[in-house]
């Protein structure tokens, strides 16, 4: 069960004007794309004021689109780009609803600076761990984000393992790491 | 013994003491040891047959009856490590300390009439006092081993054994108040006869009182639903975390020897001492006074019923550690403070009164006459093992 | 931080404060479950705060799962909640089918419910078991592995592992059952019925037990739903969900005819289609001892599904069917899929860019979020109370740190 009525989402732009960019209701689990500045402002809206309360975040995921291999890059349609995938939940109407911003893979193109985004913290609480996960993974920095720390990998751990382009340390104290 | 040494052998004074004292100390630590031994054992199988399994099986042939040897010889080879940052006189002190406590309350245990390391007329007395110093043993461990978990366990340790001191002596006045004697062999000797002579159905309120004795005693010796001092799924293992090898025993026989003793103290004060339900001996016209030999198989018919007993108030306590859950710290406290204790006080409140107004209980006709009771002797000093002349029930008849 | 705690006033204000000492519980602690470290700060007895280190047990199985071919993945979410790998199995494998749009025969079907549930069964006896031990009574354990054993008999039988099956894949099941199965399985729910009456005695209505759980580590329905718990955790604060009966449709088809009621209080009361104990007048909804009681009446509830499943699977004439090859190709796109797993909701998210290997893997877990929310309930308990709050939560770190 997904949410598929224009309805809607005609409500979620007059509350939240300007917010939403791109939809695919089409796909198998219906997305809508949201500008990554106003995350923030459409979740508290999903949460709090909206018809059907998605009270529940269930998982955040960011996609890394970079193809490594020189020869599969030349086809590929796509600019390289992180994509950050929210999939909410309503407990009460039991429907979920999926929200996807785009993020560069580096902050204004340069290596090592972390893309940004606000963190949805405020809205739900259960999203700390979530962010910390994603930013630990794939090296996303959450702005407002209370505690931002790796939480999967040792704190002092280099590179981000789910993107696309990281490569084993050779040695990480002492141990062999490849 | 030690008239014997000095009159026939010929050794001086001094020395035939000595000789009595160290033969009394290495009987018991026998004891001790040897019911550490296979009350590990009895504790492993009753374990895996609640559990459903078998427990050992295999080490010395059948049922596994060597294993808890094997396991001395494995504590034994091990190595005793110490935490860097303990404080090691202490960190090696602590075990003996504990172990010394229980192994010294035994003295005053009588196993049968006048079969006592130190026969005292404070027999009461000291053995709860000497059991309670157990808990320096524990405390000093847990504060020289430089670890939260044990310092934890210490703490909670001295804390629960403390509170629950004060119930456990309220239960254990009321057989000295019936008895009139803080003596343990005058306590056993006055509930001698039929099991209705026992002071555990002497009136209700010693009924209740007993089942408070039996409470506040799994308390003081630290096993479950009281184990809070080494709760493994909290604690670790309490305040033995950084113990390992023999030192990390002592701790276990001190615990076994304390949970004997309290079982011992429980068949003495209220379960008829080494007097059996059924009072065989003196059926057959028996009685320890009749001849060296009947006199000697007598008290070892007493013996065998007081270990019988203290065994089964041992099994009992690892029945109730296989099944019952944990209690919390607050609720083991106030179990203590709002339960056992006023329930104590008031039980002997009830005893005493009970006693002023049915002096000769409630059917007199099964109380024993007052004659009847011998008082027993007071032998010479250090009169440890002695084997007693033909007339001692006599003198004290003479003199109740 | 003192001057923050002293202004919190969710924490107990004591007469003597003393000072406050870290604790580190874990990752070697007999009742954290596996390698997860807790920090407690404490003041005597009472713990002010409760941080979880997670991570011990990271294998960055999404990365791997990038470099795999969708059914090559399977071992690695047997691996995830490894006490209840035939639930993992099957929630990747819908996943990977719904992107598909594939279909199973429906002899599979009533297979993989029949499979699951009696994992369903296994899983929940570790952690009422395992429970009973954070409590500090040793026997129920052994009780619920005796139980548990004969389980895993049962799957070693029809698939050849006692722990990391495999046996439910993409596109249906890897064998059918042997000859004679269901027979075993029928004596098995025989025999094994009565027993719950005695883990009820020995832990749901023993005194000591309810005095340990029930008002202890209480979590409001609303925490609940904002931390995203899922599965016993969420229905033993009241909240009616269960992805059995709401997820979506190609989930809740497996269970289409199936009668089963989702064990939660309702009106003040729990289900009634057995004789179960009553609830302790201590219990508050949403404490440890409901989110233990949830899991009992599971028990019951995935003993009826799995004699239901037996007579559905039996009834079968055709073909199971053939899984989907190693490399058959998925369409590109993106699917994500929430299955209803003995520890909560796990969730399966897919990424396809159009070859057999998927683009990016993401795995939801239900023991992540349940497990976030530990630091609410255990802030101003006891010391006592972290591992009855932390194993009522019923966490596999397997799945935690995937």
């Known amino acids: ?178 | 013994m030690a008239e014997f040494l000095i009159n026939t052998v010929g050794l001086p004074d001094w020395l035939a003491w000595t000789v009595t004292a160290m033969v009394a100390a290495a009987l018991i630590l026998n004891v001790i040891a040897g019911g550490a031994l296979v009350f590990i054992w009895a504790e492993r199988k009753i374990a895996g047959r609640i559990q459903d399994r078998l427990g050992p099986t295999r080490t010395g042939g059948k049922f596994g009856w060597l294993q808890s040897l094997a396991d001395g010889i494995k504590l034994l080879a091990k190595e005793d490590l110490m935490p860097d940052g303990a404080d090691g006189m202490l960190f090696r002190l602590a075990p003996y300390v504990s172990f010394c406590a229980s192994f010294c309350a035994f003295i005053a245990l009588p196993f049968a009439f006048d079969f006592v390391g130190q026969r005292m007329n404070v027999g009461v007395f000291f053995v709860i006092a000497v059991l309670g110093l157990e808990v320096f043993g524990v405390i000093l461990a847990g504060y020289a081993s430089a670890s939260k978990w044990s310092l934890f366990g210490a703490m909670r340790e001295a804390a629960q054994v403390v509170s629950y001191e004060v119930p456990l002596g309220m239960c254990v006045v009321v057989p000295v108040m019936l008895a009139g004697s803080m003596d343990l062999v005058t306590i056993a000797e006055k509930q001698a006869g039929w099991l209705t002579n026992w002071y555990l159905f002497h009136d209700p309120f010693t009924f209740v009182i007993f089942w408070v004795y039996v409470t506040c005693a799994v308390a003081s010796v630290n096993r479950a639903p009281f184990d809070l001092a080494e709760a493994e799924s909290e604690l670790v293992a309490g305040f033995h975390t950084e113990y390992s090898g023999l030192r990390w025993s002592y701790f276990f026989m001190a615990e076994y020897g304390s949970m004997f003793l309290v079982s011992a103290l429980a068949a003495l004060l209220f379960l008829g001492g080494w007097n059996g339900p059924v009072p065989v001996a003196s059926l057959l016209g028996l009685s320890e006074g009749t001849g060296d030999t009947a006199g000697y198989f007598v008290r070892l018919l007493g013996m065998a019923n007081l270990l019988g007993k203290a065994t089964l108030g041992v099994l009992i306590m690892m029945w109730i550690r296989w099944t019952l859950p944990r209690l919390r710290i607050d609720q083991v406290m106030m179990t203590c403070l709002k339960y056992c204790t006023p329930i104590a006080a008031a039980m002997f409140l009830g005893a005493m009164l009970w006693q002023v107004a049915l002096p000769g209980g409630l059917v007199p006709a099964l109380r024993r006459p007052a004659g009847e009771i011998r008082e027993g002797w007071l032998p010479g000093p250090g009169g440890a093992f002695a084997l007693p002349s033909a007339d001692a029930g006599k003198v004290a008849k003479v003199n109740p | 931080m003192a001057q923050m705690l002293d202004d919190d006033p969710r924490i107990i204000e004591f007469d003597v404060r003393t000072d406050e000492m870290l604790v580190n519980m874990g990752p070697q602690h007999p009742s954290t479950h596996g390698v997860l470290r807790l920090v407690l700060r404490t003041d005597g007895e009472v713990v002010s705060e409760v941080e979880p280190h997670i991570g011990y047990l990271h294998r960055c199985a999404e990365k791997i799962g990038e470099n795999l071919t969708h059914r090559q993945w399977i071992p690695y979410t047997d691996r995830m909640d490894y006490l209840a790998a035939m639930n993992m199995n099957l929630g990747w494998a819908l996943a990977v089918e719904k992107l598909m749009k594939y279909q199973v025969s429906e002899k599979a079907r009533h297979l993989r419910v029949l499979i699951t549930e009696l994992n369903r069964i296994a899983s929940h006896l570790v952690g009422m078991g395992a429970y009973g031990l954070d409590l500090g009574t040793f026997s129920p354990f052994l009780y619920a592995f005796r139980e548990r054993e004969k389980i895993l008999d049962l799957f070693e039988e029809a698939c050849g592992a006692r722990l990391t099956y495999s046996y439910i894949t993409v596109g249906g099941l890897t064998a059918d059952l042997p000859a004679g199965w269901l027979a075993k399985c029928e004596a098995f729910l025989e025999q094994f019925e009565p027993i719950i009456k005695e883990y009820h005695a020995l832990l749901t209505t023993n005194a000591i037990f309810v005095k340990r759980t029930a008002n202890i580590g209480v979590m409001s329905r609303e925490l609940a739903i904002e931390y995203g718990c899922s599965g016993p955790v969420l229905r033993g604060s009241g909240v009616d969900q269960d992805m059995r009966r709401d997820g979506e449709a190609i989930y809740t088809a497996m269970y289409d005819g199936y009668a089963f009621e989702v064990a939660v209080m309702k009106n003040g009361h729990y289900p009634r289609d057995h004789d179960y104990p009553a609830v302790p007048a201590d219990a508050v909804l949403g404490d440890c001892w409901h989110r233990f009681f949830v899991r009992m009446l599971e028990v019951v509830q995935s003993m009826d599904l799995v004699r239901q499943a037996m007579d559905r699977y039996s009834a079968c004439k055709g073909p199971l069917g053939e899984p989907l090859k190693l490399t058959e190709k998925m369409p590109a796109g993106d699917a994500y899929l929430e299955t209803e797993c003995p520890k909560g909701q796990m969730g399966f998210y897919l990424v396809s860019d159009g070859s057999a290997i998927p683009w990016r893997v993401r795995a939801r877990s239900s023991s992540f979020s349940n497990l976030a929310v530990a630091h609410e309930l255990c802030r101003g308990c006891l010391i006592a109370d972290v591992p009855a709050i932390v194993g009522s939560l019923d966490i596999v770190m397997g799945e935690i740190d995937r």
């Open chain 1, 1 to 178: 069960m997904t949410m598929r009525g224009p309805g809607f989402l005609d409500q979620l732009d007059a509350a939240v004007p300007a917010a939403v960019v791109g939809r695919n209701l089409e796909a198998i689990d219906p997305w809508i794309e949201v500008a990554p500045e106003r995350i923030v402002d459409v979740c508290a809206w999903l949460a709090k004021s909206s018809p059907v309360r998605f009270d529940s975040l269930q998982c955040i995921t960011a996609i890394d689109w970079l193809e490594t291999d020189p020869k599969k890059a030349a086809k590929v349609t796509w600019q390289p780009h992180t994509e950050m995938v929210y999939h909410l939940w309503s407990t009460s109407a039991r429907v979920s609803l999926v929200l996807k911003a785009k993020l560069p893979r580096w902050k204004s193109d340069v290596p090592g600076e972390l893309p940004e985004i606000p963190s949805v913290c405020g809205v739900w609480r259960g999203a700390n761990w979530h962010e910390r996960e994603v930013y630990d993974l794939s090296g996303i920095w959450f702005t407002g984000h209370p505690d931002l720390r790796r939480i999967l990998c040792p704190e002092d751990w280099e590179g981000y393992p789910l993107r696309k382009d990281y490569e084993m340390p050779l040695d990480y104290h002492g141990i062999r790491g490849r």
